[in-house]
T-cell receptor, first 111, second 112 residues
Framework: GQQVMQIPQYQHVQEGEDFTTYCNSS?????IQWYKQRPGGHPVFLIQ?????EVKKQKRLTFQFGEAKKNSSLHITATQTTDVGTYFC???????????FGAGTTVTVRA | EAQVTQNPRYLITVTGKKLTVTCSQN?????MSWYRQDPGLGLRQIYY???????DKGDVPEGYKVSRKEKRNFPLILESPSPNQTSLYFC???????????FGSGTQLSVL
């Protein structure tokens, strides 16, 4: 079945630095979604990417969808303490309604 | 307020004692789904439902049952819970199967 791999599992970042989390699928995806889960909270939708090579920005967050629609990345610039949490990617295969989540990247920030 | 409501938030039970976790959404969403979250494994789908009376297995359905008699409700049933079902459970809904998910607040289940 479809598998979505996400790296790194943990990211310890100095406040103000940038970091990137990566997501790779074993199959071509029709779309990929990103979610953020704050400690003790539930996943909250951030963005959905649909087109090959698509790039979307939300303030300090930049999301990319690979040309082959099998990988994606989330880049955060100038990390702040409010960025703490776990970021999940979730991929939807073509002709399927089973959203497969990556294991998540848990981000901690050193002030 | 648009939301997905799960109950209870916390549940401690013993092996073999049937339990139900309720999930309700007030957004008239067609699609509903259950996930379990375990450290290092992310969110794994248990069951999903595309519409009333339509349910399908996700990646880890063993030991679970669901029903979708009404559009707004999607309860998760553990007929005979076992310790390996100790986990954090999330219900989620979406307008359709390929749009963003709205998650409930979660149910932390411990099976002793």
């Amino acid at each position: 079945g479809q598998q979505v791999m996400q790296i790194p599992q943990y990211q310890h970042v100095q406040e103000g630095e940038d970091f990137t989390t990566y997501c790779n699928s074993s199959t071509t995806l029709s779309n990929i979604q990103w979610y953020k889960q704050r400690p003790g909270g539930h996943p909250v939708f951030l963005i959905q990417l649909v087109k090959s090579g698509e790039v979307k920005k939300q303030k300090r967050l930049t999301f990319q969808f690979g040309e082959a629609k099998k990988n994606s990345s989330l880049h955060i610039t100038a990390t702040q303490t409010t960025d703490v949490g776990t970021y999940f990617c979730a991929g939807l295969a073509n002709n399927d309604y089973k959203l497969s989540f990556g294991a998540g990247t848990t981000v901690t920030v050193r002030a | 307020e648009a939301q997905v409501t799960q109950n209870p938030r916390y549940l401690i039970t013993v092996t073999g004692k049937k339990l139900t976790v309720t999930c309700s959404q007030n957004m008239n969403h067609e699609y509903m789904s259950w996930y379990r979250q375990d450290p290092g494994l992310g969110l794994r789908q248990i069951y999903y439902s595309m519409n009333v009376e339509v349910t399908d297995k996700g990646d880890v359905p063993e030991g679970y049952k669901v029903s979708r008699k009404e559009k707004r409700n999607f309860p998760l049933i553990l007929e005979s819970p076992s310790p390996n079902q100790t986990s954090l459970y999330f219900c989620a809904s979406s307008p359709s199967g390929n749009e963003k998910l709205f998650f409930g607040s979660g149910t932390q289940l411990s099976v002793l």
